[in-house]
Each structure stands twice: as structure tokens, then as C-alpha cells.
């Protein structure tokens, strides 16, 4: 079953214009349904969310109602999830505290994991399993050269015959957001190799 789909951005139809740097953030006509206090919190955060929605997404899959975007990441900041710098920048989502939210809170089994290679993500997502990935953004585009690996989340949630499914918050596209498909090999080029194990 294919996770509900949430963006990193309220407005999944806009990504590919905030991506492109055609639309602000803050110019999202959907932003009050984050529970940000006004367009320049949003403008803030939603740059930093891709983990808040791959959590809500982890969420939703299970039956649980997912909290509101930014509710989510104000709970995670309180727990070490997220950590706002003097210079206003925002530094997450950090991997234990967001798992700890998960069993905690949400009663989800949930543990991080790190020198994971590409090809053992298969095995994790047996018996209903997900995986909270560690990408670069560019993966959005299966062709592209990867400059690096990681910095953005996405949601891994099945596999079949070699190649990954997964939601991607950031996907500018429909074809790039819920259920996209990558072969393992293709997906290695953008991984991490790190991320959050989420037990059925």
C-alpha cells in the first residue's frame, strides 16, 4: 500500500514553482493549514520539513492522524529534534530525538540506523517495514548526477524486482512525489547510507 502523500510544501500542485524559485514559500496560498503563526514562519520552516512529512507520511500509513506540519516540528524542537540557530537558521531534523518521538509518542517502533547500505534497504521494509532515508535532493530527477549523498528524507516503503518505492516530499512532479520508483542502484547514488528504521 502506497503511504498518504504529504510535501514539504502545503501546496503539492506548487512545488515544482518554490523548487524554481518562481513562487516564495511564503506566497503559498495553502500555509495556514501548517499551523504556522504567519507566511514568514512558514517561509522559515518549510525549507525544513522534508523529515516532518516523511514522519507524517509513517504516520498516516499506520491509521495515526498525523499533526499538523508545523505543530510536529515545534514538538520535535522541544525534544532536540530540531535546533534553531542564533542566526535564525534551522538545523534538522536530528535522527534519535524524532525516533524517540516515534515510540514514544506515536507508539511506532522506530530506531536509526547508519552505514546502511542501498542494498540491505529491501530486507528492512519486509513485513511492512519503512525507512526514513537520508537522499540528496536531486534524486527527484532519477538521471541526474548526484553532487553529494544526503541532506533531504524521503519515505522508502516497498520494493520489488530491484527497484525502491518511495515519496518523496520534495517532488516537483507526480511522477517524482508518491510511489516513485528507483532501481537500488540508481537510488545508492543519492544515499546516505543513514535514515530511520520503522518496524511493522
Do not use: K
Amino acid at each position: 500500500m502506497i503511504p498518504p502523500f504529504f510535501g514539504q510544501w502545503e501546496s503539492v500542485g506548487r512545488i515544482a514553482e518554490i523548487i524554481a524559485g518562481t513562487l516564495r514559500a511564503a506566497d503559498d496560498p495553502l500555509w495556514p493549514r501548517s499551523g504556522a503563526a504567519g507566511a514568514a514562519d512558514y517561509q522559515r520552516w518549510a525549507e525544513h520539513l522534508c523529515g516532518v512529512a516523511c514522519l507524517r507520511m509513517a504516520l498516516a500509513a499506520r491509521g495515526i492522524a498525523p499533526p499538523r506540519a508545523i505543530d510536529l516540528a515545534r514538538e520535535l524542537t522541544h525534544r532536540g529534534g530540531y535546533v534553531l540557530q542564533p542566526d535564525g537558521d534551522i538545523r534538522g531534523l536530528i535522527y534519535a530525538p524524532a525516533a524517540a518521538w516515534l515510540r514514544e509518542v506515536a507508539r511506532l517502533p522506530a530506531t536509526v540506523r547508519v552505514d546502511v547500505p542501498a542494498e540491505a534497504i529491501p530486507a528492512m521494509l519486509q513485513g511492512g517495514g519503512m525507512f526514513i532515508a537520508s537522499v540528496h535532493p536531486a534524486i527527484r530527477r532519477a538521471g541526474a548526477e548526484a553532487p553529494s549523498r544526503g541532506g533531504h528524507l524521503v519515505l522508502v516503503f516497498g520494493a520489488e524486482g530491484g527497484t525502491l518505492r518511495f515519496n518523496n516530499p520534495s517532488g516537483d512532479t507526480p511522477a517524482s512525489q508518491a510511489d516513485a520508483r528507483l532501481p537500488v542502484a540508481d537510488f545508492a547514488r543519492f544515499f546516505a547510507g543513514r535514515g530511520i528504521a520503522l518496524a511493522e
